[in-house]
T-cell receptor, first 109, second 120 residues
Framework: QKEVEQNSGPLSVPEGAIASLNCTYSDRVSQSFFWYRQYSGKSPELIMSIYSNGDKEDGRFTAQLNKASQYVSLLIRDSQPSDSATYLCAAAYRRALTFGSGTRLQVQP | GAGVSQSPSNKVTEKGKDVELRCDPISGHTALYWYRQSLGQGLEFLIYFQGNSAPDKSGLPSDRFSAERTGGSVSTLTIQRTQQEDSAVYLC??????????????????FGPGTRLLVL
């Protein structure tokens, strides 16, 4: 059974702080990992993809992958109220993505 | 260029009726996916099309669900004899290429706006 686990939250951080979102996956075959952001009532939009162990930075976002621990994380620096959304972690296995249930992030002004 | 488009954006139907949901992928994308998202839940994979290969139907919840992709582009998801538990947002996604077995990787999927289905 392929599973992706996330803490549902809500994770509440003050504006300007670092938000840390975590995700674990059960299938060692998974090679590709994605973070999507989903605003209420909207469809998911891609934030980051990561394929190799280590860190990948894109602006205020850093994705971290540790395949030995089967762990993926997303750091959001200088969090803004506009970052308030649900963040979905996804692992690719064969022909589809397996999604976690998402972590709701609230950035307090 | 245009993103993934879906129609209708909202659909209300009565239990027992059939519905058709349409997806137009990004031009040039060979892979197309259907997912379902129930209220407050994560995304559930339904079906995957890759080029001219046989579709991966492993996620379809029952034989009331079917999908086709004509001409390698537009896809239609059909739900027959709808039930109340079919109420959800149905999301379509496309990617440039799909699963790459050699590299074991998956191209980024881009999602459409979804169709919100309510079965009364």
């Amino acid at each position: 059974q392929k599973e992706v686990e996330q803490n549902s939250g809500p994770l509440s951080v003050p504006e300007g702080a670092i938000a840390s979102l975590n995700c674990t996956y059960s299938d060692r075959v998974s090679q590709s990992f994605f973070w999507y952001r989903q605003y209420s009532g909207k469809s998911p939009e891609l934030i980051m993809s990561i394929y190799s162990n280590g860190d990948k930075e894109d602006g205020r976002f850093t994705a971290q992958l540790n395949k030995a621990s089967q762990y993926v994380s997303l750091l959001i620096r200088d969090s803004q109220p506009s970052d308030s959304a649900t963040y979905l972690c996804a692992a690719a296995y064969r022909r589809a993505l397996t999604f976690g249930s998402g972590t709701r992030l609230q950035v307090q002004p | 260029g245009a993103g993934v488009s879906q129609s209708p954006s909202n659909k209300v139907t009565e239990k027992g009726k059939d519905v058709e949901l349409r997806c137009d992928p990004i031009s040039g994308h060979t892979a197309l996916y259907w997912y379902r998202q129930s209220l407050g839940q994560g995304l559930e994979f339904l079906i995957y099309f890759q080029g001219n290969s046989a579709p991966d139907k492993s996620g379809l919840p029952s034989d009331r669900f079917s999908a086709e992709r004509t001409g390698g582009s537009v896809s239609t998801l059909t739900i027959q004899r709808t039930q109340q538990e079919d109420s959800a947002v149905y999301l379509c996604a496309s990617s440039l290429v799909g699963w790459t077995s050699g590299g074991g990787s998956q191209e980024t999927q881009y999602f459409g706006p979804g169709t919100r289905l309510l079965v009364l």
